[in-house]
């Protein structure tokens, strides 16, 4: 693991060193109810029927190794009847020959880019002030996560997933860490996101940030993200990394986080 002090947070090669060297482990598949290897990929199974590959890198295999990979991963989760949705996550500085085409060819289809962003947890720490009426609090019951969960999916323009609620209950459930915060107005769910400190690492993530449109450019998000660091250094967390869309970009730049690499989810559905 790259050392906190030879960590350069003004210096996005040093920040995306310390990514690649603390997070692309096994913290990558907190909760997985399994991992199999195959190669240098990691394989997690999740509750909900969902499937997840990851890796450091692909070891300088070629084309058509990559191909074998990929053909590889698909026989392993069509094995699995449960398994009904893949994500293959890719990054944009790694070398991976053929990788689009062979996914492609695979069945799989790419969603949009995110941007990966990195920068110190106290960063984000600041004052923002509410709009009326709108507060911020960490939630753990069932309805409060139902909720922050339906909205979420009508935001990204998802069907509510039963499934998929339940498999964040399972993660609650293991107490591992995973902190799951929300803004409302007058009962309703305005904001959500979750934190994820990374054991054993000077991270933690900052995820989801859906926001109600009507509810947008009003400091919501600004807030919520103020209060998830608040948490992360209140563990002893140090570095924050976030995949951010092109709505969370800008706001975690004005904060001083720096965009070291762009990541893009291939999803395989049966």
Known sequence: MVPLKMIRVDDSTSLLAAYDDQLRTDAEVPGALSV????????????????????RDL???GAGQVRRLVADVVEHYRADPAIERVEWKTRGHDRAPGLHDALLVAGF??????????????ALVA?????????????????????????????????????????????LA?????????????GVVV?????????????????GGATRPEWRGRGIYRALTAARARAALELGKSLVHSDCTEYSRPILERSGLRAVSTTTPYRWVR
């Open 109 to 122: 289809a790419p969603d949009e880019p995110e941007t990966i962003m990195i920068g110190p947890v106290r």
């Open 127 to 171: 004052d923002v002030p509410l709009p009326a009426g709108v507060a911020l609090r960490r939630v753990v019951d069932e309805r409060d996560v139902r909720a922050m969960c339906a909205m979420e999916d009508e935001v990204f323009g998802e069907p509510v997933s039963a499934a998929a609620v339940d498999a964040v209950l399972r993660r």
């Open 191 to 207: 904001c959500a996101g979750r934190l994820e400190p990374v054991p054993g690492t000077d991270f933690a993530g900052i995820w």
């Open 174 to 186: 293991l107490d591992d860490g995973m902190q799951l915060w929300l803004a409302e107005a007058a």
């Open 59 to 61: 070891g300088g295999a």
């Open 36 to 55: 199999a290897r195959c190669g240098p990929l990691r394989l997690a199974t999740y509750a909900g029927g969902r499937g997840f590959v990851t890796y």
